[in-house]
């Protein structure tokens, strides 16, 4: 009954689509006026350290939902809001993006060799990982992806303003190892490259959590796994290891330049210098040769 609320019935069904996937599973069968504390710490708990923005807005979808039940008297209380004192304390989101367990640079072509080069065909995770690597994007940009945002002819992904977080259009040159990635998922999916094997929508951003767990990816961080973000820092130190432009690197990474006068100076994206850069980095990925 919020549904009918929404302006945009696209956000509503994100919305819902939020709980469906993290907190139906475990309280869904429960009787509203019965869901304790406990029964949402329970929800939030396996994601609430690992992907704290996400917790965040499972948290804050509960709270909607269980006020809107005791407005209505259908429960007596909103468990929501002493849920926190059954949570550890999340660092500050500063804290987070500075310190993303991150793999060291050294040892990801043997990685690669491990657990992602031959990976079976339509074997979605893997597959996922791998581009999230090659490419060095944002984990949400790769599992949100949509066929008709790739020209494969020209080699080039083009990810739409409104789903990057710098809210600029994107464009990444794609490697041929990257290219071959995308040739083991086609046929899955008319519209999302990385879909789920259990629903026609794009994989949950906690797949490659679960798979990066599963595989005890190392990082660099003492006692913490490596994290999908964490290989967009295993590409920036690469990048400095073997010389590249500070600028190339952050346009690669889709960094804004924060110098309004330097950003003057910078009016275009530097794909094809990017994608040399990038070529060189599938070569290290793949084979652990310095191809600069």
Known sequence: QLLP????????????????????????????????????????????????????????RLHAVMAWAWAHGFCQANPVDVVDKLLPLQPSKAIRTQHQPAMDWRILPA?????????????????????????????????????????????????????????VTHRIPLSLQAMAVLEKVQGLHGEWVFPSPRKQVPLTDMALTTLLRRIEAPSTTPGRLATAHGFRSTFRDWCSEHGYPRDLAERALAHLIQNKVEAAYHRTDLLEQRRLMMYAWAEWVEHGTNGK
């Open 5 to 60: 609320g929404w302006r945009n019935p696209k956000h509503g069904k994100q919305w819902i689509s939020t709980l469906e996937q993290y907190a139906f599973p475990i309280i869904g069968r429960q009787p509203i006026n019965a869901i304790t504390p406990a029964h949402i710490a329970g929800v939030l708990q396996p994601i609430w350290l690992e992907i704290p923005e996400t917790a965040t807005r499972v948290k804050q």
């Open 111 to 167: 990685f690669n060799q491990q657990h992602l080069a031959n990976a079976e065909r339509f074997d979605v995770s893997r597959a996922l990982l791998s581009f999230v690597i090659l490419t060095a994007c944002r984990s949400g940009e790769a599992r949100k992806m949509r066929w008709d945002e790739l020209d494969l002819d020209a080699g080039i992904w083009t990810i739409p303003a409104d789903r990057m977080k710098t809210q």
